[in-house]
C-alpha cells in the first residue's frame, strides 16, 4: 500500500480526531493542522497527497480559501461538512486540483468505519480520491455517491428537519418544567429512546446543531410546511375527528408501504436491546399502597 | 404457590395473549373471553381470582360494565388500559370488590417480562392483587406504584405527545412525498432510527393511537402549547437568530442537566449496536464517478 501524506485542518474536532485515527491505523501519515501551526504552511501543505477541512460549517469557506494557495495540482482538497453545495464551490474556486466533498453520515461517538456510510460528492477529478474510498470500503464502510445539490437537499429533509424538531422538543420539555426522572419511571423503552434522542442532542455542541439548521434555506421552507401541517392536524384532533385521524393514519401506512413492517422488526429488535441493557437502577420500585 | 383462576376479556388483543402466555407459564389457570363465549359469563366470571378487562379503550367502560354483575366481592376486577382515571372510576361503579388499574408499559412486541415496567393504579382493596404484583417481580419486571391522576398527566406528557408528533411526521414524510429508499442511503444511524420510530408507528393499529391521543384533554393542551412552541422558535430562525437558538440550546442543555449526557451515551451504545446489525443490502453502494 502507498503510505500518503495527509493533513487534516482542524485537528482537535472529534470528527477530525475519528479520521485521524482511522488514516494513521491504516499505516498513513496523518499531521494535525490548526491555527497554532498555521506557521509551518508552506512548508506542510504542498507536500500532502490529501488535504481534509475539518472545522465547523461558518469557518470552512474562510480556511479553504486560506490552504488553497498553498496546494499543489496533486493535492486532494476535500471537506468532511455536513452541507455540500457550497464549500464544493469554495474549493473549485480556491483550488486548481481534485476537489471533493465528504459528509461522513455518523457522529463521533461512533466505535468504528464499520458499517459506517460516507457520502462523497466530486468537485473535480475526483477518482484522485478513489484509494481513500477503497480503504473506507476495505474498512468495512460504504461510500454512497452524490453530488452537491441531491446531498443537500437530503439533508434538509432528513436533517434540518429532524434536528429543529428535536431541538424545538427539548425546549418545549423544558419550558413545561417536566420532571424527567418520573417520567422515566412512567417510561416504556421507546419513549425512554426518544427522550434518549431529545437529550443527545443538547449533550453536543450547540453550534453544530445551528450550523445545520441554519445553513438550509430548504429545510426552512420544509420546516415551515411541516408547522402548517401540524397546525392542520391539530384542528382536527381539537374538533375530536377521530375518523379523519384513522383515514389519514392508513393513508400513510399504505404509503409507507412494505418499510412500516421493516421498522417495526428493526426497531424491535433494538428496543428488546434496550430492555435487556436495563440496569435495575434505572429503574424505580416502590410499593406506597 | 396458590394456582389462580384468571380471565382475561378480550382474548384475541396481542397485550391479552401477551398476559395469558406470562400468566400460563406461572402454572395459573387462564380463561379468555370474549363476545363468542359471552353465554357463559355467568359460569366463567363469578368463579374467578382475578378478571383482566383487556379491550380497547372505546370499548373498556362497556365491557366493565358488562362484566361488573357477575363478580363476587373476592375477584379483583384490573383493565390494562393506556388512560386509567376513567377506567378505574367506572370499574369502582360496576364492581364492589377490589380494583386495580394496570398499564404495561411495553408493547406486545416485547419478548420478555424482564425488566418491563407495569403502572399500577389502586382503586380499591389493591391488596388483593399483590401476588400478580409479585409474580411480575419475580419474572424480573418492575411494577411501578401510582394513581389514576398521576398516571394521567404523566401518560399525557410523554404518550399523547409523541404519539401526536411521530403521526405527524409521518404525515409530513407523506404529504412531501419523501423518497424513503434515496434518504435511507443517505441515513445516519440516528436518522434510521427515527424513521423506525415512524413507521414502527404506522405498522400499528391506527385505533390504538387514536384512543390514546383522543382520550387525553391534558395532551391536547400541551400539544397546543409545543405547537405555539415551535411557531415562536421557527420565527426565530426564519430571521436567522442563531444566537438565540444558541442561547435556548444551552438553557435547555442545563435543564437537562447530567441526564444529557446519560442520554448520549445510553442512545450512542444502542446506535452503535445498530450499525453493527447493518446488513450489507440495508446500504447502497454504487460509484457514478
Redesign the interface.
Known amino acids: 500500500m502507498l503510505k500518503r501524506r495527509i493533513v487534516i485542518v482542524g485537528r482537535d474536532g472529534a470528527m477530525a480526531q475519528f479520521f485521524a485515527n482511522w488514516l494513521t491505523s491504516l499505516g498513513h501519515s496523518v499531521e494535525g493542522f490548526d491555527r497554532q501551526t498555521w506557521h509551518r504552511a508552506a512548508e506542510v501543505l504542498p507536500e500532502a497527497d490529501l488535504v481534509i477541512v475539518a472545522v465547523p460549517i461558518d469557518r470552512t469557506e474562510s480556511v479553504i480559501r486560506q490552504v488553497g494557495p498553498y496546494l499543489t495540482s496533486n493535492t486532494v482538497l476535500a471537506d468532511i461538512t455536513s452541507i455540500k453545495r457550497q464549500p464544493v464551490q469554495v474549493m473549485l474556486e480556491a483550488h486548481h486540483g481534485p476537489v471533493v466533498g465528504l459528509h461522513p453520515?455518523?457522529?463521533p461517538?461512533?466505535?468504528s468505519v464499520?458499517?459506517?456510510?460516507l457520502?462523497?460528492c466530486?468537485g473535480r477529478l475526483?477518482?484522485q480520491l478513489h484509494w481513500f474510498?477503497d480503504a473506507w470500503?476495505g474498512s468495512g464502510g460504504?461510500?454512497?455517491?452524490?453530488n452537491p445539490t441531491e446531498?443537500d437537499h437530503?439533508?434538509a429533509?432528513?436533517?434540518a428537519v429532524?434536528h429543529?424538531?428535536t431541538?424545538?422538543?427539548?425546549?418545549?420539555?423544558?419550558?413545561?418544567?417536566?420532571d424527567?426522572?418520573?417520567?422515566l419511571?412512567?417510561?416504556?423503552?421507546?419513549?425512554?429512546?426518544?427522550?434518549?434522542?431529545?437529550?443527545?442532542l443538547?449533550?453536543?455542541q450547540?453550534?453544530l446543531?445551528?450550523d445545520i439548521?441554519?445553513n438550509s434555506e430548504e429545510g426552512?421552507d420544509?420546516?415551515?410546511?411541516?408547522?402548517n401541517?401540524?397546525?392542520a392536524?391539530?384542528s382536527e384532533?381539537?374538533q375530536?375527528n377521530?375518523e379523519q385521524?384513522?383515514e389519514?393514519?392508513?393513508?400513510?401506512?399504505a404509503?409507507?408501504g412494505p418499510?412500516?413492517?421493516?421498522?417495526?422488526d428493526?426497531?424491535?429488535?433494538?428496543?428488546?436491546?434496550?430492555?435487556?441493557?436495563?440496569k435495575p437502577a434505572d429503574?424505580?420500585?416502590?410499593?406506597?399502597?
Open positions: 453520515m455518523f457522529g461517538t461512533s466505535d464499520s458499517n459506517q456510510v457520502v462523497h466530486g475526483e477518482q474510498c470500503i460504504t461510500v454512497l455517491y452524490s446531498h437530503m439533508m429533509t432528513i436533517q429532524r429543529f424538531t431541538f424545538v422538543f427539548g425546549c418545549h420539555l423544558q419550558a413545561e418544567d417536566v424527567l426522572n418520573r417520567t419511571a412512567f417510561s416504556s423503552p421507546i419513549y425512554r429512546l426518544e427522550l434518549g434522542m431529545v437529550g443527545r443538547f449533550a453536543q450547540a453550534e446543531y445551528a439548521i441554519f426552512l420544509i420546516l415551515r410546511r411541516y408547522h401541517s401540524f397546525g392536524l391539530l384532533l381539537e375530536g377521530r385521524f384513522i389519514r393514519f392508513a393513508t400513510t401506512k404509503w409507507f418499510l412500516a413492517d421493516v421498522f417495526l428493526e426497531s424491535s429488535k433494538l428496543l428488546n436491546a434496550a430492555v435487556s441493557q436495563r429503574l424505580v420500585m416502590e410499593r406506597d399502597s
